[in-house]
């Protein structure tokens, strides 16, 4: 199971965390990612880990502002986002997938097996 908190309102240019805690498995075995939905457009991948922790993917949009990691003794996937924008505002969800291969990045929503709830993201000054 998967379980996102950390979202909010959030002025354009602050922070915000957004972690995933799994319960029933150990985040290290998979792959993992953060995927977002704006209603009425198709979803995104924002950001991959791959389960060897050593590789990562970014949307263009986000490079250089969020950070995907890993805490394995805390079996939690993070999601920190600097200088958001107004775009980035969004329902973003936490995925994994099983059986991955070790060093890859999964950059398609498709890729991942399971999902957690939704935590929703609002950019707004």
């Known amino acids: 199971q998967l379980q996102a908190c950390g979202g909010g309102l959030v002025q354009p240019g602050g922070s915000l965390r957004l972690s995933c805690a799994a319960s029933g498995g150990t985040v290290r075995a998979y792959a993992a990612g953060w995927i977002r939905q704006v209603p009425g457009k198709e979803r995104e991948i924002v950001a991959a880990?791959?389960?060897?922790?050593?590789?990562?993917f970014y949307l263009d949009s986000v490079k250089g502002r969020f950070r995907i990691s890993r805490d394995n003794a805390m079996n939690t996937v993070t999601l920190q986002m600097n200088s958001p924008k107004p775009e980035d505002t969004a329902t973003y969800y936490c995925?994994?997938?099983?059986?991955?291969?070790?060093?890859?990045?999964?950059?398609?929503?498709?890729?991942?097996?399971?999902w957690g709830q939704g935590t929703q993201v609002t950019v707004s000054s």
């Open positions: 995925a994994i997938k099983y059986r991955p291969s070790f060093a890859t990045t999964y950059a398609s929503s498709g890729d991942y097996d399971y």
């Open positions: 880990l791959s389960q060897s922790g050593s590789s990562t």
